[in-house]
């Protein structure tokens, strides 16, 4: 009369050692947690300029070293390599350490002067000398004077000297408007070669986004020809916007072949709302005296963040 029981019961005891089993073996399982990254600590390692066969301008990509205070101290540009020191709150020293110049030796060194934060002046004085021989081959010195307007960066006059013009002789200035806390002109001027020519600036309702306006023709691009990674914050107050479209005006002839007529830029994010892209599209000069048009679409600046 018993064994019907027991029939009863052996599906639960089978279910019990099952569910015992299954216990058991997850209770080996280890889980392994992925690497936390803390983004907040990433700095920006490198940088490449839009490239396209119209676009009449070619510049290296560039890398970064920090210290310990996350300042950079090491600028690659190509085959250039600078030296960053930080000697006092008013005073940058860049010291050219390579060059990729064949059977010549640069020697460069720049002084960037500040006040309140914002650049004063820019002094570089570069000799070249052969590699081969003790014999100078140039000798040239510039000066970049920044004047202010209600803390926006108006005007910029940039001086050289060598050994045919000994003395300062101002070879370009650009004169910058604002409007409604935005830079929105740049009138730029050659006194060697006599061409001058306007930039027209347009932008969205956005906040700022850092690095917006770390391409060509912005201006910041019309402020210094180099070392953007220490100077884009040194320009006195930045433009509350982003810059959308760039226009060009030229009242003689354009500088160079494939010059700028006309830019539009857009810009993408990572995750953490940093600058990934910018993205450019619009059109260049391919004969300056017809002024025939070449198009360029979706030439991309890329950051990247380590």
Request: with cysteine; proline share 3%; glycine share 4%.
């Amino acid at each position: 009369m018993k064994f019907p029981k027991l029939l009863f019961f052996l599906p639960l005891l089978s279910l019990v050692m099952t569910s015992c089993s299954s216990d058991d073996s997850n209770s080996d399982l280890v889980v392994v947690e992925p690497p936390v990254i803390d983004l907040s600590n990433q700095k920006l390692v490198s940088f490449s300029y839009p490239y396209d066969k119209y676009i009449g301008i070619r510049r290296d990509d560039e890398s970064y070293e920090y210290d310990n205070a996350n300042k950079i101290v090491k600028v690659k540009e190509g085959g250039y390599v600078y030296g960053i020191t930080y000697v006092n709150p008013d005073l940058i020293e860049v010291n050219q350490l390579e060059d990729n110049v064949t059977g010549l030796k640069i020697n460069a060194k720049t002084s960037i002067h500040l006040k309140a934060g914002s650049v004063e002046s820019i002094v570089k004085n570069e000799i070249i000398v052969y590699d081969d021989k003790d014999e100078i081959f140039s000798a040239t010195s510039d000066s970049t004077v920044y004047m202010y307007k209600n803390e926006y960066l108006s005007n910029v006059k940039s001086y050289n000297k060598n050994k045919y013009y000994p003395s300062y002789r101002l070879v370009n200035q650009v004169d910058f408007e604002q409007h409604n806390g935005n830079t929105t002109k740049a009138v730029t001027k050659s006194f060697l070669s006599e061409i001058s020519y306007a930039i027209n600036y347009t932008y969205d309702t956005d906040a700022y986004v850092k690095g917006s306006d770390y391409t060509y023709e912005t201006p910041l691009f019309y402020s210094y020809y180099t070392l953007y990674s220490i100077l884009h914050d040194k320009f006195g107050k930045k433009s509350s916007n982003n810059i959308i479209k760039i226009d060009h005006e030229y009242t003689n002839l354009a500088p160079y072949p494939r010059s700028f007529k006309t830019m539009t830029l857009k810009r993408t994010l990572d995750t953490e709302k940093r600058l990934k892209e910018i993205i450019v599209s619009g059109t260049t000069f391919d004969d300056l005296k017809n002024y025939v048009g070449l198009d360029f679409k979706d030439a991309k600046a890329t950051f990247t963040y380590k």
